[in-house]
């Protein structure tokens, strides 16, 4: 993975941040781009933290039968991807797969 900046007007949790903690969150994210049919994460895996996508498309889908997955959506640019594993037992309960190059900032559980 290439590790890039994506600024700080992009991403879910910039935009919606009080301008205090802007600054914390560019010392404590990490952003970087997904290759196309690359995992950002993958169910069963232990959650570590939560992905903010700044440009691409994410495909959050899960095992269905017949050795088939059901998609459950795409997550686009401006969106989050992986909360739904903070609760629970903190794993992720679905994967994500990179549909196209799509550029990701991560903020990790101990922010």
Known sequence: MKKLDCGLDH??????AMPEWKKLTVDHKTSFLVKKGKPLFTMGQD??????????VVKIHAPWT????????FARGGEMAGHRGLSGNFKYPVSATAVEDSMVCYIDNEF
């Open 11 to 16: 991403c879910f949790l910039c935009r919606h």
């Open 66 to 73: 017949d050795g088939r997955e059901m998609i459950l959506r």
């Open 47 to 56: 959650v570590d933290g939560i992905y903010f996508l700044y440009s691409g």
